[in-house]
């Protein structure tokens, strides 16, 4: 049985595959995902992800402190897989410990793209900027072990999925009480550098045609 979705004023009512219907809110909505959170039970929420983004696919292999937790639960007919997550609060400076870290990882996420800037008419080597992340995480000490560990894992996911970069933003943490969670902390550069490059040759058509 495949999931279903069907709208209802300001809701919706998902109805998994195991045919249990859950009366849902939407969240937000991404380029390939929108987060549903439940009504009934607000502490879990369900994504809908477009199989052109494997992101969620990847980060479901993962099992770690500040990994979210993330499960497969259905799929829909259209090109779309649904996983349960819970919900996470959004990342604030008020919460210091989760802040100090996210500037760490900031820091060096933003070091590690720097380094790796290609040359004239060369692509960025994706695998290199995340090996790099990785290793200026894993060598400082001042940082917990956890978050060590979790980094060095979702690197060595990210590069057996092809080109998935590492991204370290604000917008795509979150926190579990004190803890920092990296809610959706890679993307596909070379889907993105695709859709950027289309978009660029309509411009370029439409320009034409004035």
Known sequence: MTVTLKSLPRRAMLTLDTGTAVEVEKLGKGRYTIAWRSVSN?????????DRDNSKELLSHLDGVHIPK???CGQFTAEETLYRTQFYEPLTASNRPAWNLFKVLQRYAEQA????????????????????????????????????????????????????????????????????????PVFDYAEVERANQEAKRRAERRSAYR
């Open 113 to 184: 793209l720097r380094e790796a800037q290609p040359k004239y008419n060369e692509r960025l080597n994706v695998q290199r900027v995340n090996e790099d992340f990785a290793s200026l995480v894993e060598e400082d000490d001042a940082l917990p072990q956890s978050i060590r560990d979790d980094v060095r894992a979702l690197v060595n996911w990210a590069c057996s999925y092809g080109e998935y970069l590492v991204e370290i933003s604000k917008r795509n943490l979150a926190v579990d009480g004190e803890t920092l969670i990296l809610l959706d």
């Open 70 to 72: 993330l499960e497969q």
């Open 42 to 50: 607000p502490a879990v929420v369900y994504l809908q992800v477009s």
